[in-house]
């Protein structure tokens, strides 16, 4: 009720005081009803509690968390974020494709500067068991200077031919001989 | 030759250095006291232009224990006898009609005769316990003379041997010539079934293996566990040098009979295919230590190593001349492989010998005599053997697209060639007469390759 009185109080000497304030107005005859912002006083709610704590500090982003850092070497080489470059046929030059896919595992060894790989060099079955060596030797040198071209330290690098002795693909087509005519990387430390 | 006829006291000599057994000269079986002919044909021969039939029935069993040797050694010396086509072996299922000798002098020399034989093997064997002893006689079927007689003693575990040497020995006299029955080849397979350590790739390892050189008696030599390849004999047949991945490709030499091993190349670079010179006393091989596929010569210790070819083509699968002078070698600087030919000191004199073919690759030097074998592309997916003699210019084919075949290796007396073939499905080793006849398959268990055939 305090409250009521001192809101009527209060309204009145506004009235007042705007009546002073514009002599050309008339002089209120009657008090006007009270405002209802009186009301909203009367229901708001008390101030909230100050919130009291200490700030909890998180993990921050860094390689161990990294899903391809973690992995063990194996588990990398299964799935290898490194993918193979495809060579025509009795041929040591990397083509369009090959440079392409050269590129993004110079990117990725670039991103994961420790490790170190082997290029495996291998080739189809048409041409004999030692000149294969030949080739693949060739094939494991020429990806090797690739990526040295785009930065990646050849002294991370090894290379090795396969030759004809390990195929990628078992079968006699031209679709087998193809995905055999690699240059193979294989994650050896990181 | 007349000392095998008169010889009446035995003598003992060793057998060839690594075969195990003694041989003994046996007196000839002509009568005692009886004077002999002051010349005796040694040497028995068919009817005028036809080369001798040679029967070679079952040997006797002096010891029931000694029946199943008896049989092998008889079925083997026809098929060592059979190998050099010198004789006209008759077909072992057809002396039937020939009552069984059980003595020298039970021989039924009529009987062989009407049968066409102009010679007759008679051989006993004797077990006792582990040991054997194995006589034989070679008798000329007209003069019922023995022209050959000896004893052989040593272990019962591998009859064979007995078979192998007295065939070898039978050749060199009746013919003068050097049989192959004691020589071995050296492969590599995958029969083991091993998957390779190290690698999360599923390969199974190749490992080195010996075998006689009718494929009997296999042995594995190399257990890395890794991919070997490319095995080569040294001259005296007492060691192999191979690629070895372990996982870098280097040169290794195994002294096999001693389990001794060795590394010239001490893991310099990449390192393939090496080749004994003739003299064993150097290696000449493939590296890739200068970043890219040249051919190298050294000591067999890794010293006075140089470098014989300078191209940045790729320079591969050298071979030494007989005289070890030149050495071989396959290159694609033209953009597909041919064959060249320089000097084994310094890679002078180099010139290119193959012209007629499309692919000329793997070349192997005869070592007894100037001829080079090599595979030539003869389809897009397959190689034929051919030989190519330089003095002639002449090339001959001696496999005729069957599969693909390639990895020639001459036989020590440069009449046949073993090689690896597909034709039977996976890769086998093969052996072919220089004439492209008589093909055998040496090889069935799991897939083989890259032959060598030792001295």
Same mark, same amino acid.
């Given at each position: 009720?305090?409250?009521?009185?001192?809101?009527?109080?209060?309204?009145?000497?506004?009235?007042?005081?705007?009546?002073?304030?514009?002599?050309?107005?008339?002089?209120?005859?009657?008090?006007?009803?009270?405002?209802? =912002?009186?009301?909203?006083? &009367?229901?708001?709610?008390?101030?909230?509690?100050? /919130?009291?704590?200490?700030?909890?500090?998180?993990?921050?982003?860094?390689?161990?968390?990294?899903? =391809?850092?973690?992995?063990?070497?194996?588990?990398?080489?299964?799935?290898?974020?490194?993918?193979?470059?495809?060579?025509?046929?009795?041929?040591?030059?990397?083509?369009?494709?090959? /440079?392409?896919?050269?590129?993004?595992?110079?990117?990725?060894?670039?991103?994961?500067?420790?490790?170190?790989?082997?290029?495996?060099?291998?080739?189809?079955?048409?041409?004999?068991?030692?000149?294969?060596?030949?080739?693949?030797?060739?094939?494991?040198?020429?990806?090797?200077?690739?990526?040295?071209?785009?930065?990646?330290?050849?002294? /991370?690098?090894?290379? =090795?031919?396969?030759?004809?002795?390990?195929?990628?693909?078992?079968?006699?087509?031209? &679709?087998?001989?193809?995905?055999?005519? /690699?240059?193979?990387?294989?994650?050896?430390?990181? | 030759?007349?000392?095998?006829?008169?010889?009446?006291?035995?003598?003992?000599?060793?057998?060839?250095?690594?075969?195990?057994?003694?041989?003994?000269?046996?007196?000839?079986?002509?009568?005692?006291?009886?004077?002999?002919?002051?010349?005796?044909?040694?040497?028995?021969?068919?009817?005028?232009?036809?080369?001798?039939?040679?029967?070679?029935?079952?040997?006797?069993?002096?010891?029931?224990?000694?029946?199943?040797?008896?049989?092998?050694?008889?079925?083997?010396?026809?098929?060592?006898?059979?190998?050099?086509?010198?004789?006209?072996?008759?077909?072992?299922?057809?002396?039937?009609?020939?009552?069984?000798?059980?003595?020298?002098?039970?021989?039924?020399?009529?009987?062989?005769?009407?049968?066409?034989?102009?010679?007759?093997?008679?051989?006993?064997?004797?077990?006792?316990?582990?040991?054997?002893?194995?006589?034989?006689?070679?008798?000329?079927?007209?003069?019922?003379?023995?022209?050959?007689?000896?004893?052989?003693?040593?272990?019962?575990?591998?009859?064979?041997?007995?078979?192998?040497?007295? #065939?070898?020995?039978?050749?060199?006299?009746?013919?003068?010539?050097?049989?192959?029955?004691?020589?071995?080849?050296?492969?590599?397979?995958?029969? +083991?079934?091993?998957?390779?350590?190290?690698?999360?790739?599923?390969?199974?390892?190749?490992?080195?293996?010996?075998?006689?050189?009718?494929?009997?008696?296999?042995?594995?030599?190399?257990?890395?566990?890794?991919?070997? #390849?490319?095995?080569?004999?040294?001259?005296?047949?007492?060691?192999? #040098?191979?690629?070895?991945?372990?996982?870098?490709?280097?040169?290794?030499?195994?002294?096999?009979?001693?389990?001794?091993?060795? +590394?010239?190349?001490?893991?310099?670079?990449?390192?393939?295919?090496?080749?004994?010179?003739?003299?064993?006393?150097?290696?000449?091989?493939?590296?890739?230590?200068?970043?890219?596929?040249?051919?190298?010569?050294?000591?067999?210790?890794?010293? +006075?190593?140089? $470098?014989?070819? +300078? *191209?940045?083509?790729?320079?591969?699968?050298?071979?030494?001349?007989?005289?070890?002078?030149?050495?071989?070698?396959?290159?694609?600087?033209?953009?597909?492989?041919?064959?060249?030919?320089?000097?084994?000191?310094?890679?002078?004199?180099?010139?290119?010998?193959?012209?007629?073919?499309?692919?000329?690759?793997?070349?192997?030097?005869?070592?007894?005599?100037?001829?080079?074998?090599?595979?030539?592309?003869?389809?897009?997916?397959?190689?034929?053997?051919?030989?190519?003699?330089?003095?002639?210019?002449?090339?001959?084919?001696?496999?005729?697209?069957?599969?693909?075949?390639?990895?020639?290796?001459?036989?020590?007396?440069? $009449? *046949?060639?073993?090689?690896?073939?597909?034709?039977?499905?996976?890769?086998?080793?093969?052996?072919?007469?220089?004439?492209?006849?008589?093909?055998?398959?040496?090889?069935?268990?799991?897939?083989?390759?890259?032959?060598?055939?030792?001295?």
């Amino acid at each position: 009720m305090r409250n009521q009185k001192a809101a009527i109080i209060v309204g009145l000497v506004v009235v007042a005081l705007a009546g002073g304030c514009s002599r050309n107005k008339k002089p209120a005859t009657s008090p006007q009803p009270a405002p209802t =912002v009186t009301d909203a006083t &009367e229901t708001a709610p008390p101030a909230p509690p100050q /919130r009291v704590e200490d700030s909890v500090p998180l993990p921050q982003p860094n390689l161990a968390e990294d899903a =391809v850092a973690n992995k063990s070497i194996d588990d990398l080489n299964r799935n290898s974020p490194l993918k193979p470059i495809f060579f025509p046929l009795d041929s040591a030059e990397l083509d369009d494709t090959g /440079r392409a896919i050269a590129t993004a595992d110079a990117d990725v060894l670039k991103k994961y500067a420790t490790w170190a790989i082997t290029i495996e060099g291998h080739c189809d079955e048409r041409g004999t068991a030692e000149y294969n060596l030949a080739l693949g030797e060739r094939r494991a040198t020429a990806v090797k200077a690739y990526l040295a071209s785009l930065g990646v330290s050849g002294e /991370r690098i090894k290379t =090795v031919s396969y030759g004809k002795e390990f195929p990628f693909d078992m079968g006699h087509s031209e &679709e087998a001989w193809s995905k055999n005519r /690699r240059g193979h990387l294989v994650i050896t430390s990181k | 030759m007349k000392k095998h006829q008169m010889q009446l006291r035995f003598s003992v000599a060793l057998a060839a250095l690594g075969v195990g057994f003694l041989a003994v000269h046996l007196p000839a079986a002509s009568p005692q006291g009886q004077q002999q002919p002051s010349e005796i044909a040694v040497v028995i021969s068919g009817d005028p232009g036809t080369p001798p039939r040679y029967a070679v029935p079952d040997f006797v069993a002096l010891t029931p224990d000694a029946a199943e040797a008896a049989k092998t050694i008889g079925q083997v010396l026809w098929d060592d006898l059979n190998y050099e086509k010198e004789f006209y072996l008759i077909p072992r299922d057809t002396y039937g009609s020939v009552p069984a000798a059980r003595s020298p002098e039970s021989i039924p020399f009529a009987s062989w005769r009407e049968l066409g034989a102009d010679a007759v093997v008679f051989g006993t064997v004797q077990r006792t316990g582990n040991d054997v002893r194995v006589q034989v006689r070679l008798f000329n079927v007209r003069t019922r003379q023995s022209v050959f007689a000896k004893e052989y003693g040593g272990s019962a575990a591998n009859p064979r041997l007995y078979p192998h040497t007295i #065939a070898d020995e039978i050749h060199q006299q009746q013919r003068g010539l050097r049989g192959v029955a004691r020589t071995k080849l050296a492969f590599v397979s995958d029969r +083991n079934r091993q998957r390779v350590d190290g690698t999360v790739e599923n390969r199974e390892v190749k490992e080195i293996y010996i075998a006689d050189y009718d494929g009997a008696n296999a042995r594995r030599v190399t257990t890395s566990r890794q991919l070997n #390849a490319n095995p080569n004999w040294a001259p005296d047949g007492r060691a192999l #040098a191979y690629t070895t991945w372990r996982p870098n490709p280097d040169v290794f030499i195994s002294f096999i009979y001693q389990g001794v091993m060795q +590394n010239p190349t001490k893991g310099v670079g990449t390192n393939y295919l090496p080749v004994f010179s003739p003299d064993g006393k150097q290696i000449a091989f493939m590296s890739g230590r200068s970043g890219n596929p040249e051919i190298y010569a050294m000591n067999v210790d890794g010293s +006075n190593l140089r $470098r014989l070819t +300078n *191209h940045p083509a790729g320079d591969s699968s050298p071979t030494w001349s007989p005289n070890g002078m030149q050495i071989a070698f396959t290159s694609d600087r033209t953009g597909k492989p041919q064959i060249y030919v320089m000097s084994s000191v310094d890679g002078s004199n180099l010139r290119r010998i193959t012209v007629d073919e499309s692919e000329a690759d793997r070349p192997t030097w005869s070592p007894s005599i100037n001829e080079i074998a090599f595979a030539a592309r003869t389809s897009s997916s397959g190689f034929d053997i051919k030989v190519y003699d330089p003095n002639s210019g002449q090339t001959q084919k001696i496999t005729f697209g069957e599969g693909t075949n390639e990895s020639p290796a001459y036989a020590p007396n440069g $009449r *046949h060639l073993a090689f690896a073939s597909t034709r039977s499905g996976r890769t086998q080793i093969y052996t072919v007469g220089r004439d492209g006849k008589d093909l055998r398959q040496i090889t069935r268990d799991g897939s083989n390759q890259t032959p060598a055939w030792s001295n």
